[in-house]
């Protein structure tokens, strides 16, 4: 029995150096490796549908990524029908100079964004919404893949699903991951996107959606936190991830936040930290998981609110000047005015020059804007 | 006489057949790799046969004129000279293109020992003869670095050579020894290449050197002959023994693959790929230089560099593959 | 079957790992590693050879440390010849993530300036590589447990080291490594700095790699010999993975050549300024002439009109000044970190004698 539990340990221990890539048709573990990165999974039975080389926009500027890989998963409930598919972009190659930020992480109209951050170099936000399958729509090779798989498994696809979207992306590497439930039966028609019944403004009218919803972004606060550490494979390869729906209790319990109070815990109990010290550190993990956002502030805003700033006090001033030595208020008033107009025309006439003669663009620390194909609709 | 039909018939054969020879010959292309870089084993890396052929007969095979033969590929030491490009019959057939793709090297390594070399010093501690100051040529007793030279290491001359018959070979005697008899005795050298060459890389046969073949590893051999012994070996031993850290520079350069590509680093000999594109032949010989120009083949993580191919900087090979695949392109067009 | 005590403990074991409550497996003193050093969730790297584990600890920190990060998990590892230590690798890196980054003063700031490379830095990242002379004297809790292994072992330390200090940190980590080399194993003292400097421009992306534990294929070698190999370890490795991408399919002839040209020119960038602003020294001269020519335009007397410039110009430095002040301190609380960098000793940083040769 000794022998058995300790060949298991090694097993589980050692599972991720197991890097066979996964085909369509194969049984995805919890924590699936793909291209160097984790990308944890909600509890269930996965199975890959498909994997094929993705498209990134922009399409260049981005370094010598290799190639994006797209992974498409089915979730099979116990019954044995579909209950959530998954789609995963991440990079081949590590980079250089990062990435960026999803553009459904910068939207309004969604149920729930989410920006943890947003900086030139580090990128890490997720949302909540509803995607439309249209089968009309040209679909990636990978959803192609995984219609075929669907379709030998007799699996029905839905036309509307709630979408819990993770992007996180530092300078090196990407993973944007899009979990989409099936919530509504099988035969419910595709509409389009505004006139679904998961709008956020249809939402509010159904108590049944709005708690489904509820449970998916409350997942999602917790989930994010997985993806930020699968990015540096800092996930046990055996980790089991709650799936939405699951308890506040386990939720809470499997949360990011969590996990790093119970290891202040056993440094603290280790010896390794005071008390006193293990107490500030735990203040501190609560007051960061309450204030989450970590923007950048973007710097052309904060140039444009400075030199407003600058411009409206040094016009004051010249005003003021001028009167305290002419000693005429028309004069002082012609001398200013002629002194702000032409002073803003020679910023104007360098800032045009600058853009076509001036050095290679800056990289401010505000992230850029990055997305993949996607196999659904979600606008 | 009894053998005669026999005979007739397989004539009869051959001239029955006969016309079919050419076309039968034509599909085969003509793979010429030089003997000294036969270790290269272009073979393995295209899945095409190459025949090894001395230096001195494979110019004249690559560019004797063959009807029926239009593909053809080499793998040389040297570039072609003007003249021999002019001569060169195969060309006529299309664009000749010579395409350096790395280069073979001799570096010189210690276990610890840290001194500068010149090609003039490794003359003067491994030849047989020297001159003398009289203008003949003596026995070379040297017996310890610093008889050479007061700025080098008390410690009796030891050095490891590559093995014979190998380019690395080729590289100490006709590159290192030549310019350092050059430069030592040059006045008194005969009038004769080939006795100068004699006399120039004959080597001595004391125990002050050692050839190839009869050690083990370069990294055991060194520490067995203490900190200033010195191993003459080619990049393919260097990759070979992670252990292998010293190496000594020559002429004031150190060798490195950067120094080596870039001509700085004189103990090197240049290997080129030598073809002739045409319309007719421009995707068969795509098809064979493709993958001995791929970087799995002549990067520096590739099988080439661990054969001795030291490999040229990542700028040059990229633009190796652009330019020829250019090429390649322009004429199938 | 009856559950044993052990099978318990076992099965309690797999469901901490399951928890994620055990940091990862690290290396304990005495033992030889190659090629990286597993710690605190984080693959550190090694250059070729084996290493010994010598000394493990944490750094001292302020009781009124600000960060949660737990604490500094330090390690030091010995690579030796015979009964000389030839090198010696320190490492400083802390337990639990964060979740916005590492405040200023950064550490990166601090090196000397001669043998430098700033990386990059943004406001979340940053990564710099240094090569200075090191004493090897008094150190961290780790450093004196190592000097306690060294002697019990009588292997003699050189007292005089050179330096490769590397550093790198993330939104939610940091990696504060020093890689000390025995003098007498390189060449002259301005070949050496030259050559260490080298190297660890090339051995610095490791630290990245290992920071997001994907530090696989063979060790990177050590700077004697990694000058005699490639000085583009990084850009072979790329070229031949889109090689290899291209032979699989994944992507184009044409993609892999315009990837392997981009690769070529690709440098990690850092968070830059806008070029054009009020303090560019076409403001600083256009300014003031447009305030005179307009002045005496509208007064019509030169001495009134110099009197107004002069003025003027002066009061708007000092309006600049003061709203550039004014708004470096409203950005800096609104994107003040949470986390001040933490207070590390490095080897060499105390005076206390190293007392490891015998």
Known sequence: MRSVVGLLVLAILFASAARAELAPGDRAPPVLAIAGKQVPLPEGNWIVAGRAPGAVTPGKDLGSYGTIWNVVLLRISPRGALDAMAEINVNDMAVDDGWGVAADCQRSDLVLTVVRSRAGWDATCFFVTHTIWNRDTALPAAWRQANAVAAQRGLILPATTVTAGFRVANRRDIIDVRFHFLADPADVPATNWNASQWSRDQLQQDRWRLAFDRSVAEWSAMMIGHVEAGLKNRLPPTWITPAPGAAEASLDRASIMSLRQRRLAALRSSGLLSAAQADRQSALLRQAEADDSHDAIDPGADDFYRLLSYQGLSVTSDALVTFMWTAQSVQAAAVTLLQASLRTGRSYAVAYLWDWYGDTPTRPDIARTVDFAYGGVDR | ?333 | MRLTDKCLAAVVLLLALAGGMLPAWAAEPGETVQGILPLADRQLPLPRGEWIVAGMGVQTQPQDAAGPFGVVRSAVLIQRSGDRVTAIAEFNTNEIALSDGWDAPHPCDAAAADFRLDRYHSRLDAACVSVATSHITGGPPAWQQALGFIASRHWQCDETMLTAAFVVSDRQDFVDARLHFDPAGLPGQDDAQRILFAWATRFAPEFEKGLANQLTGPPFDGPLRAALLSDTPTLDSRLLELEALQGDGAISAADALSQQQAAQNERPRSAEPEPVSVDGWYYRLSTPLINLVTAYGVTQSAPLAVAIALTEHVAHTFVYAATQASWDRATGQATRHTSAWPVLIHIGDTDKPAGATS
């Open chain 2, 1 to 333: 006489m009894k053998s005669w039909p026999r005979l007739a018939g397989l004539w009869l054969i051959v001239a029955l057949f006969a016309p079919a020879w050419p076309c039968v010959a034509a599909a085969q292309p003509m793979l010429l790799v030089q003997d000294d870089l036969a270790d290269l084993r272009p073979n393995e890396v295209t899945g095409q046969t190459w025949a090894t052929t001395s230096r001195a007969d494979l110019q004249g095979q690559f560019c004797a004129a063959r009807s029926g033969t239009p593909t053809r590929l080499a793998l040389v030491s040297h570039a072609l000279s003007r003249r021999q490009r002019d001569d060169c019959a195969a060309a006529k057939d299309g664009k000749l293109v010579e395409a350096l793709i790395g280069r073979r090297a001799v570096i010189a390594m210690t276990s610890g020992a840290n001194f500068a070399l010149t090609p003039e010093l490794l003359y003067r501690a491994l030849v047989r003869d020297v001159a003398a100051p009289d203008g003949e040529f003596i026995a070379n007793r040297v017996a310890r670095w610093r008889d050479l030279d007061a700025s080098l290491p008390d410690a009796p001359i030891r050095i490891l050579l590559p093995p014979s018959g190998s380019i690395e070979s080729r590289i100490v005697s006709d590159v290192i020894l030549y310019e350092g008899c050059a430069v030592r005795a040059g006045a008194m050298l005969p009038a004769d290449p080939l006795k100068r060459m004699a006399i120039c890389t004959t080597l001595r046969t004391d125990n002050a050197v050692t050839h190839a073949a009869d050690r083990p590893t370069v990294t055991a051999w060194l520490r067995g002959q203490g900190n200033a012994a010195l191993a003459l070996v080619g990049v393919a031993v260097l990759l070979a023994e992670p252990d292998l850290e010293t190496a000594l520079p020559l002429d004031g350069v150190t060798p490195s693959f950067a120094n080596i590509a870039d001509g700085r680093y004189r103990a090197a000999l240049p290997v080129y790929l030598l073809t002739v594109i045409s319309p007719e032949t421009a995707r068969t010989v795509a098809g064979i230089a493709g993958p001995l120009l791929a970087e799995a083949t002549i990067g520096p993580l590739g099988k080439l560099p661990r054969r001795g191919l030291a490999p040229l900087a990542a700028a040059d090979r990229v633009k190796l593959r652009v330019s020829l695949g250019r090429e390649f392109e322009n004429a199938a067009d």
